[in-house]
């Protein structure tokens, strides 16, 4: 099958940046759209930003702050979070619409992220 790793969370002070990883390994022929959503404590989990070959999108609360990338031969998504605010204090998870080997198609998600923006 195949498994999404997320690496890059922390603890960052209001107004700073900080930048999120994930790679997707496994049995893989492609990855088609890779996106990110966060989930604060106490609230439903929320899309942030989506990268494909349309283009990328995100969330309101994140435009112009945010910005979504890819790294086709390394599988790899990322994203660079600056001006943080402390409502971006969430758990951070990739997910990925893949195509395996055998051609099936599924959408799997890594295990999350920590992010937390406090001084």
């Known amino acids: 099958q195949a498994q999404l790793v997320e690496s890059g969370g922390g603890l960052v002070q209001p107004g700073g940046s900080l930048a999120l990883s994930c790679t997707a390994s496994g049995s893989i022929f492609s990855v088609n759209a890779m996106r990110w959503y966060r989930r604060a404590l106490g609230k439903e989990r929320e899309f942030v930003a989506v990268i494909s070959s349309g283009g990328t999108n995100y969330a309101d609360s994140v435009?112009?702050?945010?910005?979504?990338?890819?790294?086709?031969?390394?599988?790899?998504?990322?994203?660079?979070m600056n001006s943080l605010k402390p409502e971006d204090t969430a758990v951070y998870y990739c997910n990925a619409d893949l195509t395996l080997t055998t051609r099936a198609q599924i959408t799997t998600w890594g295990q999350g992220i920590q992010v937390t923006v406090s001084s």
């Open 63 to 80: 435009k112009g702050r945010f910005t979504i990338s890819r790294d086709g031969a390394k599988n790899t998504v990322y994203l660079q």
